[in-house]
């Protein structure tokens, strides 16, 4: 699976390096610094595959049912992928969905102190939203070329470790501790 990730990210890069070189602020775009790897899965089978296939490169591992399937964040241990990218999302494809399997889109963490919204409002054709996916989880989309580019003051990790303390706050509440 690493060389089809690689693969699929140096194709990803490429379609990155048009939509910089089209910006009006060149030097934000070129110092974003991707951290993880969004892969769709096509059911539960393959992404039970796919993750048995990388958990022995991994130290960490993640899992959590979110919106009608499954996510599985793994965090390798020792092998980064290409632009040093350590963490792999993979997601299972949500019921009656016709998503393309495969590279989704790469998350990318924004700088602190940077007004994200101010910053993209300023580049002129650039399509992007503001996404939320359950309690813990927000980012910006900026889409192009049929992918997508996920925008976020914080890590898949950081999101899971969320999702984690509240059922332990809840397990907690429910036995009167």
């Known amino acids: 699976m690493f060389e089809e990730i690689s693969t699929a990210i140096d194709i ?3 379609k990155w390096q048009k939509l910089v070189e089209a910006r009006k602020d060149k030097a934000f775009f070129q110092n974003l610094r ?6 769709k ?5 393959e992404l ?3 993750s048995h296939e990388l958990a022995t490169a991994c130290d960490q591992i993640h899992s959590g049912w979110l919106n009608e399937r499954w996510l599985v964040t793994m965090h390798l241990r020792e092998q980064k992928l ?6 792999v999302k993979l997601m299972q494809r949500r ?4 998503d393309a399997v495969g590279l989704d889109h790469l998350d990318f963490l924004i700088p602190q102190g940077i007004d994200i919204k ?4 300023q580049e002129p054709g650039l399509k992007w939203t503001e996404e939320k996916n359950g309690d813990f989880c927000q980012w910006i989309s900026v889409w192009f070329e049929g992918t997508e580019a996920k925008l976020r003051m914080d ?3 950081d999101v899971g470790a969320a999702e984690l303390v509240a059922v332990s706050n809840k397990i907690k509440a429910s036995s009167g501790a």
């Open 155 to 157: 890590t898949t990790f």
């Open 48 to 50: 039970q595959r796919r």
């Open 118 to 121: 101010t910053v993209l409002a």
């Open 34 to 39: 991707p951290t993880a790897v969004g892969w």
């Open 12 to 14: 990803y890069q490429a």
């Open 82 to 87: 290409g632009l040093g990218i350590e963490l």
């Open 95 to 98: 019921p009656e969905s016709k």
């Open 41 to 45: 899965t096509q059911d539960f089978a």
